[in-house]
């Protein structure tokens, strides 16, 4: 026996240019967002955030700073505290020893880190949080990147200095010496602007319990999401306790579960693909993770559309919105991918939830199928339903939705065809108008042809 070991401890190099390859700049900016979040959740004493919770949030602000030279994220949510920095809030992975703080979105132990080297190579975090002597304390533990990874002997650690006090409690994060990418996303306008409807999306209920979130000073709005109600048109609200089957205690891995869906808006009147409809976009599942939206408007295999017994999305669907919202004292026990832009799919606790999300999306589908024979009395009853909030929806175990009476009506064809664009300019003009959709000159020449052809016989 030789008496050699075989190294395996990782390399910085790997913490740097790995962990950051999978991730977008959106989501890694998000990892920041979501740790003031957690803050300002700690400072208020960690209650869960569901529908019910009315925490008021207003005097939080989180504000995000960005232009292709430097990025910088600050908040007055209360601050790490000097022995979180010099205990864990530094290292790379959550340490097994540390007990999770309550309703965190936080879990892994990696998201400041990995966001801070995607941005850029120099790096300043600094805190002022108040001491348990009541003093206020600041410190700052700046990063150079590029000499850190010059000696790739441990030590690991960084330096912690003394710092001014921050206006208020809290954490502010700066980087410069931007990466190249990050510097052609950050300076781009069409970024930003995406960046702001994702946050208005993603945390409108921190949004909607009065959280601020500011991009280059102006404030973010949430995105109201809302459903219809009526007599006919009931939305479903049910909830549930579930358990991960994980190692852990019970109470480590207990999760509960709450399911709204139903009309957001009335379908289509027509699937035709040249047919303009107001887009498809906000409709589908959302999935919350402790109040954070991680999947938004799905459409796909993820939320189930397309797998087994279940048809895949089409626009005839348009108009359903389905949330389902887990919430875990012990956030490793959600079902959460590691960037926090998805679910992992083979958690036991999202496949229960999704076996409930496919009975309402398809009642949802039977109704669309059904209102196409009779879609003056579906419309008529569609729009007697009021605009609600999904924090307003009552308990109700299945989405209701109107019977609609069935209108004999003979069986349809659908033609579709295509023809030079100039010959059906000229046929739309000897019809009086060259502005004439398309689908009215087919109409038009079907309706020519058959009176000459068929009527007149
Ligand atoms: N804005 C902040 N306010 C207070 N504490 C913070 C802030 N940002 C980071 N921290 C502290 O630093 C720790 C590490 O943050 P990091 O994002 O790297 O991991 P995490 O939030 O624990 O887990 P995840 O990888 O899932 O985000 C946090 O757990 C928290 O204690
Ligand atoms: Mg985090």
């Known amino acids: 026996m030789n008496n050699k070991?075989?190294?395996?401890?990782?390399?910085?190099?790997?913490?740097?240019?790995?962990?950051?390859?999978?991730?977008?700049?959106?989501?890694?900016?998000?990892?920041?967002?979501?740790?003031?979040?957690?803050g300002a959740s700690r400072s208020e004493g960690k209650h869960p955030i569901n529908l019910d919770n009315r925490?008021?949030?207003?005097?939080?602000?989180?504000?995000?700073?960005?232009?292709?030279?430097?990025?910088s994220i600050t908040d007055n949510c209360g601050g790490m505290t000097l022995n979180d920095a010099a205990d864990h809030a530094f290292s790379f992975g959550?340490?097994?020893?540390?007990a999770y703080d309550a309703y965190s979105i936080g879990v892994y132990g990696i998201g400041m880190k990995r966001a801070a080297f995607k941005l850029g190579r120099r790096i300043n975090v600094r805190s002022t949080f108040t001491d348990t002597d009541d003093s206020r304390t600041t410190f700052a533990v700046p990063i150079d990147v590029t000499e850190w990874l010059s000696n790739d002997d441990p030590l690991w650690d960084f330096d912690i200095d003394d710092a001014e006090h921050l206006d208020e409690?809290?954490?502010?994060?700066?980087?410069?010496?931007?990466?190249?990418?990050?510097?052609?996303?950050?300076?781009?306008?069409?970024?930003?602007?995406?960046?702001r409807r994702m946050i208005a999306r993603d945390y409108s209920l921190y949004l909607k319990r009065g959280l601020n979130i500011l991009i280059n000073n102006q404030v973010i709005k949430g995105m109201p999401i809302e459903l219809r109600k009526s007599d006919d048109i009931v939305p479903m609200r049910d909830n549930y306790e579930?358990?991960?089957?994980?190692?852990?205690?019970?109470?480590?891995?207990?999760?509960?579960?709450?399911?709204?869906?139903?009309?957001?808006?009335?379908?289509?009147?027509s699937t035709e693909p040249d047919e303009k409809i107001d887009g498809e976009k906000g409709f589908g599942w959302y999935v919350v993770c402790n109040g954070r939206i991680v999947l938004a408007a799905d459409k796909s295999a993820v939320s189930g559309w397309g797998t087994s017994d279940w048809p895949q999305w089409h626009r005839q669907y348009t108009g359903f919105i389905g949330i389902v919202l887990f919430t875990a004292s012990n956030a490793a026990a959600l079902p959460l991918t590691t960037?926090?832009?998805?679910?992992?799919?083979?958690?036991?606790?999202?496949?229960?939830a999704r076996l409930r999300m496919r009975d309402a999306s398809k009642r949802w589908i039977a109704y669309t199928n059904a209102r196409k024979y009779n879609l003056a009395n579906a419309k008529k009853k569609e729009d007697k339903?009021?605009?609600?909030?999904?924090q307003n929806v009552e308990n109700q175990p299945t989405i209701q939705l109107p019977m609609i009476p069935k209108k004999r009506i003979e069986r349809r064809a659908n033609v579709h065809y295509s023809v030079p664009v100039s010959?059906?300019?000229?046929?739309?003009?000897?019809?009086?108008?060259?502005?004439?959709?398309?689908?009215?000159?087919?109409?038009?020449?079907?309706?020519?042809?058959?009176?000459?052809?068929?009527?007149d016989e």
């Open 339 to 352: 960037t926090k832009r998805s679910v992992d799919v083979s958690s036991n606790i999202f496949i229960g």
């Open 94 to 98: 959550r340490r097994a020893s540390k």
């Open 242 to 269: 579930d358990e991960l089957e994980d190692e852990g205690s019970p109470e480590d891995n207990r999760v509960s579960v709450e399911i709204i869906a139903g009309m957001a808006a009335p379908p289509p009147e």
């Open 55 to 71: 925490a008021d949030l207003s005097k939080y602000r989180i504000s995000i700073v960005a232009s292709s030279d430097k990025f």
């Open 169 to 195: 409690n809290g954490v502010e994060v700066v980087v410069q010496k931007l990466t190249r990418e990050a510097q052609t996303a950050l300076g781009n306008p069409g970024f930003i602007e995406n960046l």
């Open 5 to 38: 070991t075989a190294k395996a401890y990782p390399t910085k190099t790997f913490f740097v240019t790995m962990i950051t390859r999978d991730i977008t700049f959106e989501d890694c900016i998000f990892d920041l967002i979501d740790n003031s979040v957690d």
């Open 385 to 390: 339903a009021a605009v609600i909030s999904i």
């Open 423 to 455: 010959k059906m300019k000229q046929l739309a003009k000897g019809f009086g108008s060259i502005q004439m959709p398309y689908r009215e000159v087919g109409l038009k020449s079907f309706e020519y042809a058959y009176e000459d052809l068929v009527e």
